[in-house]
């Protein structure tokens, strides 16, 4: 048995899907990298790498095996170039390239914000139809183009926000502001004030409340997070509080709750001064 459970150990997976972030500059103030590397079986992994002015630190383990965080440190005259990054388990090796690049500038020379402009907050839909071509979409649920109706689309578009950016010059606007740009299926109105209808990533996330296995649900959970595009927009998602169940000590008198938003959300101890003993 215990041949056969090395065995097994010796050819299960390990691999290297993401890392985070996926690049990195020369010439910066914190000689520390931080890389999260994310893939089956990468947590027992040990790491080295071979790269002039760049040495591994430590690396951590996380509670998931699909987790590991590696600390670099890069030296003050380390050059751009990529190097690899090689992950090792017994007789298991995988190697992954990785890259450091030349800042354009140096951190105090990039230009922030300051109280000269004036930043300018819109909804697209509701500025300019720059392009009626595209104010019905075939696939969509049935809706229709109003400027009147508040509750109806209005046609606005990004081509619309480019052909009026003289009328943002003039006003002294130097930075837009956008309101999340994401496909919207929804119908009804506008009562879902989240702008949020997307049915492929309402699958992932059934998906990852059903899955037996943790590990697997952890994969869906990132998927809906990270597949961020036309199909799946999982950025204005609102998860609500789910109920939970509290035990209290004998004599102790939880207060009477506010109103919660949608039923529920609030802390159970949000009113903790109002608490009292019997």
């Known amino acids: ?74 030296d003050k005259d380390v050059k751009p170039g990529k190097f690899n990054l090689t992950f090792t388990e017994g007789k298991k ?15 105090c020379e990039h230009k922030g914000f300051d109280a000269s402009d004036a930043l300018y907050l819109l909804m697209p839909d509701r500025f300019a139809n720059g392009n009626p071509d595209n104010d019905q979409i075939a696939g969509m649920a049935e809706y229709k183009i109003d400027r009147k109706d508040p509750n109806a689309r209005h046609g606005g578009d990004l081509a619309g926000i480019e052909q009026h950016l003289d009328y943002f010059s003039d006003l002294g606007v130097t930075a837009l502001w956008f309101t999340p740009v994401l496909e ?31 590990e697997e649900s952890y994969r869906l959970w990132q998927q809906a997070q990270e597949d961020v595009g036309p199909d799946a927009e999982a ?4 998860f609500a509080n789910v109920d939970h169940l509290y035990f209290a000590r004998d004599g102790l008198v939880v207060a009477e709750q506010k109103l919660h938003p949608h039923g529920h959300g609030w802390s159970l101890v949000n009113n903790v001064d109002q608490w009292t003993w019997n």
């Open 1 to 74: 048995m215990g041949t056969l459970l090395l065995s097994l150990s010796t050819y299960a997976a390990m691999n290297v899907n993401k890392i985070d972030p996926p690049f990195w500059y020369t010439g910066m103030q914190n000689p520390e990298l931080q890389l999260m590397v994310y893939g089956e079986g990468i947590g027992n992994a040990a790491v080295s790498v071979n790269y002039p002015g760049v040495s591994l630190s430590s690396t951590v383990k996380l509670e998931s095996n699909n987790y590991l965080l590696v600390y670099l440190k890069l």
């Open 93 to 107: 090796k995988l190697v992954k390239e990785y890259e450091l690049k030349a800042r354009n500038k140096k951190g």
């Open 184 to 214: 919207n299926n929804m119908t009804g109105g506008s009562c879902n004030f989240t702008g949020y209808s997307n049915a492929k990533t309402d699958e992932l996330l059934d998906a990852a409340l059903a899955a037996d296995d943790m």
């Open 235 to 238: 950025l204005w998602v609102w």
